[in-house]
C-alpha cells in the first residue's frame, strides 16, 4: 500500500506564503502525475495544480502566478508553494498521487489526509 503524508499548513495573514509537503511512501514502483486538490466548507474539492512525471505543470486559474508545484522524485515528494495568499485559499489542501507499486502491471490513485491553511488578518 501506499501512504501520502501532507505538511506545512498553518494560519498565515492575507499575503504571506506557506510551502506544503506531500511525502508518498510504501513499496512505490514509481509515481505518475502528482496533484494538489483544496476544499472549502461548503464547496466541491478542486483542483489546484497538477505535476505529471515529466515536470510538465498546470494550475488552476485561481492560483495562476501565485501557486508553483514542484516535486522531487529521489524522494517521493510533492511540494506547493503558495505566495500572495488571499483569503479565499483557505481550504483543506489534498495532496493526490497516481502511483505504480513495486510488482503492479498498472497504477492507481492515492490521498492524503489533508492539511488545512488559513488566510485571515
Known amino acids: 500500500q501506499v501512504q501520502l503524508v501532507e505538511s506545512g499548513g498553518g494560519l498565515v495573514q492575507p499575503g504571506g506564503s506557506l510551502r506544503l509537503s506531500c511525502v508518498a511512501s510504501?513499496?512505490?514502483?514509481?509515481?505518475?502525475?502528482m496533484n494538489w486538490f483544496r476544499q472549502a466548507p461548503g464547496t466541491e474539492r478542486e483542483l489546484v495544480a497538477t505535476i505529471t512525471s515529466g515536470f510538465l505543470t498546470n494550475y488552476a486559474d485561481s492560483v495562476k502566478g501565485r501557486f508553483t508545484i514542484s516535486r522531487d522524485n529521489a524522494k517521493n515528494t510533492v511540494y506547493l508553494l503558495m505566495n500572495s495568499l488571499k483569503p479565499e485559499d483557505t481550504a483543506v489542501y489534498y495532496c493526490?498521487?497516481?502511483?505504480?507499486?513495486?510488482?503492479?502491471?498498472?497504477?492507481?490513485?492515492?490521498w492524503g489526509q489533508g492539511t488545512q491553511v488559513t488566510v485571515s488578518s
Open positions: 510504501g513499496s512505490i514502483f514509481g509515481i505518475m502525475r
Open positions: 493526490n498521487a497516481e502511483v505504480r507499486l513495486s510488482g503492479a502491471s498498472n497504477s492507481n490513485d492515492y
